[in-house]
């Protein structure tokens, strides 16, 4: 038999019931309903409902039949006008057959069952074969997953799930084990730069903020209803199912739940937990899925990444703002505050939001390769577990929610002294960067002032220069005479070079050079042809000077050649006296001269 797509509807007087039978016969089906029970049956598909309210016989009930879309639709009434059916939308519970609906009758004729299988046990073998007791320690595993009802799952799966939750080997790690670890890699991964990166420079986070998702829109028409009407059952007519959605709840296998309290305060804890994921990703995808989706849900909850079991809805949310701020691309504390209003919005929906959500999730993880194994672990348990939760229980757990309070304080980053510490930073850099203004102000103020400067003083250069180009007129007529005695300079310095001992020590020219105790000026020096022209009439002076000296003197200066280090003595072009005199390289006309190197002293002469 095939379960056909089936959706319900009601008004205050009857219960109406849709059901797509395409290529059945429309003249052979059979329709049974009777107080809460209701059966179609069209071969080959078969429908058995367990209604949340009892409908009645009472010739008012009609049916009918579209060709062309291959429906049924049929009214039924209701056996109390205007009583509202609450869970019309939650079709695996529908589904569910009257007697299956709770495990407890099925424990306790399991219980019944093995206390009579004791009393008609045939008499005790006492013969039997004695084995002797072996004292071992079992290995105790450590339970996880929807209200801890799982262990011994990544035994198996070990190389599967090694992407998908952060711990290593669950079975072994007890919860409080698990928690230490969780925080330790958390306060290892937050970075303080990151944060206060997008601390700082926020316009894309700002944007983010400003997307509405569905439930905003229908959370207003709650909101703005609640003065006409306060009665529990109008929150989930604003939450419509699609197609696919439906496809998934009739797909789940109907099961119940044996949870004591403390495993419901768990899986009460680890909803919120996991909605609150849901909207962080909702959010800063604005509703479009991606190939980080599943990442961000299962990083961003604790219970799905490090099967982790809360105690208490603050440790929740301290626990989903700290991953907020240290794993996701976008790590804004206004983004965690977002995710806690969403979060309340939908509670207060109802379950049919919570289970739309939860669908959602369990899309996107069916998916995405390693995390299909937490919908087996937790979300397939929560979509059919949702549907059979009081509505009283929801507005309880949204009520305890927004009551719950959650400063950056809680998150133990300090994040607030970081704020404190770079706030200072930037006031110090504005100080900085408002000084270096002033500054530079200052600078091209001078900069003015010195160009205004210059333009005065390239007026007095070019009077200057006008100046100078009548000297050089008035000097062409000394140039001449410079040529003149160049010439027979450089005569002079090709003749060979013989020291005191009589030998030749070569042919090298030397460059006349003149100091002034600064800088050497030769006669091609580009310096003022009127000082020129002086210099070289004193050079010529002391040239005749020293050709005029005693022979002694000459002697002396071979005998303090003869006393220098190197085996051949070459006499020094330029040095200076006390006075800061030039000293003169004088060469004899006369054939075959001798090359003596003396000091000459205006003063002594």
């Keep these: 038999m095939i379960t056909p797509a089936f959706e319900l509807s009601q008004d205050p007087d009857f219960l109406t019931v849709k059901i797509r039978v395409p290529y059945a016969r429309a003249s052979e089906f059979d329709i049974y309903f009777e107080g809460e029970d209701f059966k179609f049956y069209a071969k080959p598909y078969f429908l058995r409902l367990t209604l949340p309210g009892r ?3 009472d010739g008012r009930e009609k049916a009918s039949y579209n060709t062309d879309e291959g429906t049924f639709t049929i009214q039924l009434p209701k056996e109390v006008p205007g009583q509202y059916f ?3 939308d939650m079709l695996t519970s529908l ?7 709770s495990a407890k009758p099925l424990v306790e004729e399991m219980a019944a069952s093995a206390d009579l299988s004791e009393e008609n046990e045939e008499e005790f073998d006492w013969e039997m074969e004695q084995i002797p007791y072996e004292e071992s320690t079992p290995s105790l595993q450590h339970p996880y997953g929807f209200g801890n009802l799982r262990s011994g799952v990544f035994q198996r799966l070990q190389d599967e799930l090694s992407d998908v939750i952060d711990i ?12 230490r670890k969780r925080l330790a890699a958390e306060a290892a991964k937050f970075e303080p730069d990151h944060y206060l990166a997008d601390f700082f420079e926020d316009e894309a986070i700002k944007h983010l903020l400003k997307y509405k998702p569905w439930w905003t829109d229908a959370h207003k028409k709650m909101t703005a209803l609640q003065g006409e009407s306060h009665q529990e059952h109008d929150s989930p007519a604003f939450v419509v199912f699609s197609e696919e959605e439906r496809e998934q709840m009739r797909k789940f296998t109907n099961k119940s739940y044996l949870l004591d309290k403390r495993s419901r305060h768990h899986v009460y804890l680890g909803l919120i937990d996991i909605l609150l994921a849901y909207c962080y990703e909702i959010c800063v995808n604005e509703g479009d899925k991606n190939v980080e989706s599943s990442w961000n849900i299962r990083k961003l909850s604790a219970t799905l990444c490090w099967l982790e079991s809360f105690s208490s809805i603050h440790d929740v949310l301290v626990s989903f703002g700290r991953r907020v701020l240290c794993y996701p691309l976008y790590r804004h504390f206004g983004l965690v505050t977002r995710a806690f209003n969403d979060t309340v919005m939908i509670l207060q929906l109802g379950k049919a939001a919570v289970l739309k959500c939860l669908l959602d999730i369990h899309k996107i993880f069916m998916e995405s390769d390693p995390a299909y194994i937490l919908n087996d672990l ?3 348990d929560y979509c059919i577990w949702i549907q059979k939760v009081k509505s009283k229980k929801l507005a309880a757990l949204s009520e305890s929610l927004q009551k719950t309070t959650l400063s950056k304080s809680h998150m133990g980053l300090e994040l607030e002294e970081l704020e404190a510490a770079a706030v200072l930073v930037q006031e110090e850099e504005k100080a900085l960067k408002a000084a270096g203004t002033v500054s530079k102000q200052q600078l091209l103020c001078s900069e003015s002032e010195t160009s205004d400067s210059e333009e005065s003083s390239s007026t007095s250069s070019s009077e200057t220069e006008g100046s100078d180009s009548d000297e050089q007129e008035s000097s062409t007529s000394e140039d001449e005479e410079i040529n003149s005695l160049q010439g027979k300079l450089q005569e002079e310095r090709t003749a060979p070079l ?3 001992n009589g030998l030749r020590q070569g042919t090298d020219t030397l460059a006349m050079e003149v100091a002034d ?3 050497k000026v030769s006669l091609q020096s580009p310096a003022p042809l009127g000082k020129l022209v002086e210099e070289l009439e004193m050079q010529i002076h002391s040239a005749m000077r020293l050709s005029e000296q005693p022979e002694g003197l000459a002697t002396a200066g071979c005998i303090s050649q003869e006393q220098e280090e190197s085996p051949v003595p070459k006499p020094d072009r330029f040095s200076e006296d006390a006075a ?6 004088e060469v004899s006309p006369k054939p075959n001269p001798l090359l003596f190197l003396c000091s000459t002293n205006e003063d002594q002469d």
Excluded at 168 to 179: F, I, L, N, S
Excluded at 580 to 585: A, C, D, S, T, Y
Aim: net charge positive; glycine share 10%; charged share 40%.
């Design 55 to 57: 409908i009645v016989e």
């Design 517 to 519: 105790g600064k800088s």
């Design 498 to 500: 013989i020291d005191c």
């Design 168 to 179: 290593k080997d669950p079975d072994q790690t007890p919860a409080e084990e698990r928690r």
């Design 95 to 101: 589904l569910a057959p009257k007697k299956s609906r």
């Design 86 to 88: 609450e869970g019309l």
């Design 580 to 585: 800061g005199k030039g000293n003169f390289l």
């Design 378 to 380: 937790f979300i397939t």
